[in-house]
């Protein structure tokens, strides 16, 4: 089985899930910068991850336009995994049928650029001023604007047993 990781990371995160994954699957994980169609035609497995911004999954439009064969999707986001809204990302990405997975990433403050940090902040002022916070709210009312790490390699395991499964001999 011919697998290839492809991920698209602005602060690290999604890049050290995609090294896992690759890494469990004795394969490799490139950047999507680094990425052209031929590769992805050679390859029958391909699993796509991509950092979240604004609930969209970065990246994911251009491996769509590569029309990969099998295509498998993880996304890497700051929202812990016991409140994110998996359904509303899935839909919003028009994800259908292809199998998805959330990966809790985190924030790496220092290496954003100062408009995404003062917008951060700004978002992290009115969901605190909001009254009645779902939980999405409270955790942006806490955690904007901090640096914090809650990737683990644990969260990998639903994807790596989904790919496993699907080219195992029936
Ligand atoms: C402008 C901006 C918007 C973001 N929007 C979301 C979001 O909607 N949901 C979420 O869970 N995380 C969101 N995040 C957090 C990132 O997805 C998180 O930091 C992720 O771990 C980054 O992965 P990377 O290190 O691979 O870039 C946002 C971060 C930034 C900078």
Not at 28 to 41: P, S
Request: net charge positive; charged share 25%.
């Amino acid at each position: 089985m011919k697998r290839l990781v492809v991920y698209q990371s602005g602060t690290g995160f999604t890049r050290q899930y995609a090294m896992w994954i690759a890494d469990a699957l004795s394969c490799r994980a490139v950047d999507l910068k680094q990425t052209t169609e031929n590769m992805i035609r050679e390859h029958e497995q391909v699993i796509f991850g991509g950092w979240i911004m604004g609930n969209m999954i970065r990246g994911l439009d251009k491996i769509n336009k590569m029309n990969p064969g099998h295509l498998y999707v993880f996304a890497v986001g700051s929202t812990p995994d016991d409140i994110v809204d998996t359904v509303e990302i899935k839909e919003l990405n028009h994800l259908g049928d292809t199998p998805f997975f959330y990966m809790p990433g985190g924030f790496r403050f220092e290496q954003l650029n100062f408009m995404t940090r003062r917008m951060l902040k700004i978002l992290k002022r009115s969901a605190a001023k909001k009254e009645n916070k779902n939980p999405q709210e409270q955790y942006m009312a806490n955690a904007l604007g901090t640096s914090f790490d809650h990737s683990d390699k644990k969260y990998t395991e639903p994807l790596l047993a989904c790919c496993l499964k699907d080219s195992s001999p029936v």
